[in-house]
């Protein structure tokens, strides 16, 4: 817990944050010139500095290399004191505990550094083992290169060590390569230390660089974690070096560390321009929640259609035409990658409507054997619901998709009709006039019918398997699909739909009706006030640990009962003693 450092914006494990010294610095940041070192205890016996709040304190301390035996490090472990100024600690990845400090430093960093899955695990045990507000500190590590791979991990503050050194060894970084200085026929860059014919550029001018397009980078990562599009920036960046590839494929298989961290929305777009981006966090939970938590409510035919440019795909010009084939007597699940299937009750939820994918009418393996998994679990959970499937796909990569499944389908027989013709196209005359013909004799579903289900589904996808059911059996809808908003047999709102994000926004009503009802609820527990716009984190007694970024929680106190969005994760909101813990939209004094 810190006063010191307060964390603004997120992106996954990425954190925008201020450390709040005399000078306040902006994070991910380079913290040379406010560092003050007291010293190692290995060499010395050191008094503890009396510091202030105008520099960094790194307190008396003995470092441990990696490898270092567990009995060794509990046998010269230090005691920190208890100081009232910005102070770090300096921990080994292999045992980090929480030391009361503002920051931690980590000794071993060197030895992970350039092994992926050695960086991973001491940045996720680091960050686990040390409370969640406090800032982490690589020193000697970071370059041009790597730093945007750090930041996304998880750490907050670097040095300038490793860019000026490699510099004065004749090193020229930039964000994509390290250069031998002579083998340079022009400086590639514009920075002040660059402002000189090449000839008269020595080593120290190329420390100086070095130094400058570290800065600048940090720039770029605090823009992107802004924007909510750092992952999208290092699927390109990690490509310049194999181990940090290697780093951000294992920090992908981290999936604890990074879905806790990671919102379940927000504005930015995905840019599905790489394959890794199937492993993200985002496309993994979507598929996860479509395939364990969303039933099908309807009882007409499933028809699967292709996806389109526009978002959300109702919209398109493609999906109108199909709507008008269909005329509501099917129920539309579209497929896509990198998403896998969307329930058409589920086309604004994110990240449904929020991502933009490379369009090259080239499936590769990995993208077909992502979709054909997805369906394949989507139809175990629901083919019993349909009385048939009809695939109104396209040849390539869909309809391969679809036999890939039916093919290895293993449960009762998966009837599926076919209705665009070899070599056809789902918009041909042709084609809408099959998927027509496939759903004569079947009955319309009612508008009523469509937007219950519609938020019931998105109820399930948000709180869990049968929450839509539980909290919303007996119900009206009023307004325009898409903000649906939702009232009880009495016409008191309990939930409004929010289309931007395809979500629900509770009344204090349905907050009421939601902790009643059996559906998993996301509770923040208060002290004694009444929040108002919101509420910080010193405020919180405890919160729910499956709270993520973004949910809806109900707050409750002894003196106030409300509901708002969380803005940190469960344990954060509990451990954190500085930020905005969640926003409140509605709340009653006791």
């Not at 109104?392 to 009762?412: A, L, S």
């Not at 716009?533 to 707050?555: K, N």
């Amino acid at each position: 817990m810190t006063d010191y450092f307060e964390v603004h914006e997120r992106d996954g494990a990425a954190r925008v944050g201020e450390l709040r010294l005399e000078s306040p610095r902006t994070t991910p940041a380079l913290v040379d010139d406010v560092v003050a070192d007291a010293g190692s205890l290995w060499s010395a016996d050191r008094e503890v500095p009396e510091g202030d709040e105008s520099q960094l304190t790194v307190l008396p301390h003995r470092g441990f290399p990696g490898g270092t035996a567990e009995e060794v490090r509990e046998s010269f472990a230090v005691e920190y004191p208890d100081v009232d100024y910005p102070s770090v600690a300096v921990i080994s990845s292999e045992g980090p505990a929480d030391h009361g400090t503002d920051a931690y430093a980590v000794s071993d960093v060197q030895s992970i550094t350039g092994h992926g899955a050695a960086l991973v695990e001491a940045v996720v045990s680091v960050r686990e083992g040390t409370p969640a507000d406090t800032a982490l500190l690589f020193s000697g590590v970071a370059t041009p290169r790597n730093v945007a791979l750090l930041a996304y991990a998880g750490v907050d503050l670097f040095d300038e060590t490793a860019a000026v050194v490699k510099g004065t060894q004749g090193r020229y970084l930039t964000t994509d390569e390290a250069y031998f200085l002579e083998d340079l026929e022009e400086l590639p860059c514009s920075c002040p230390a660059c402002q000189k014919p090449r000839e008269e550029f020595t080593r120290e001018d190329c420390a100086e660089h070095n130094a400058n397009a570290l800065e600048a980078e940090l720039g770029i990562v605090r823009r992107r974690i802004r924007d909510g599009r750092l992952r999208d920036y290092l699927e390109g960046q990690a490509r310049h070096d194999q181990w940090l590839t290697a780093a951000m494929r294992e920090l992908d298989s981290q999936w604890g560390y990074l879905e806790e961290r990671t919102p379940i929305l927000r504005d930015a777009q995905i840019s599905a321009a790489s394959e890794d981006t199937l492993r993200r966090v985002e496309i993994q939970r979507y598929a996860d929640r479509v395939t364990s938590r969303y039933r099908n409510r309807f009882k007409n035919p499933l028809v699967l259609v292709p996806c389109s440019a526009a978002k959300p795909y109702s919209e398109s010009q493609s999906h109108r035409q199909f709507h008008d084939a269909i005329q509501w007597r099917g129920h539309l699940v579209s497929m896509t990658s990198p998403i896998g299937v969307v329930p058409q009750e589920l086309e604004t939820t994110y990240p449904a409507q929020h991502y933009d994918t490379v369009v090259t009418g080239r499936w590769s393996e990995d993208e077909t054997e992502f979709v054909a998994k997805v369906l394949r679990r989507y139809l175990e959970r629901n083919a019993d619901t349909y009385p048939y499937v009809v695939a109104h796909v396209p040849d390539e990569g869909y309809r391969d998709i679809v036999e890939r499944v039916e093919d290895g389908w293993e449960g009762e027989g998966l009837d599926i009709t076919y209705t665009v013709p070899r070599g056809g196209h789902p918009t041909d005359e042709t084609s809408l006039s099959n998927l027509a013909e496939a759903l004569s004799g079947e009955l319309k579903y009612s508008k009523r019918e469509r937007e219950h289900n519609t938020v019931r589904a998105i109820a399930d996808y948000l709180l869990g398997d049968g929450a839509g059911d539980d909290l919303f059996e007996d119900i009206r809808t009023t307004s325009r699909y898409p903000k649906i908003q939702v009232r009880d047999s009495e016409e008191t709102q309990l939930a409004t739909m929010v289309p931007q994000y395809g979500t629900l926004s509770f009344t204090l009503e349905g907050a009421k009706r939601w902790i009643e009802s059996d559906a998993p609820v996301r509770r923040v527990e208060i002290d004694g006030f009444v929040p108002h716009g919101s509420v910080l984190a010193p405020g919180v007694v405890d919160a729910d640990e499956d709270i993520r970024v973004g949910d809806e929680v109900v707050v409750k106190g002894p003196k106030a009962f409300g509901v708002g969005r969380a803005e940190m994760f469960g344990r954060e909101m509990a451990g954190s003693t500085r930020g905005i813990a969640c926003e409140i939209r509605h709340v009653e004094e006791k």
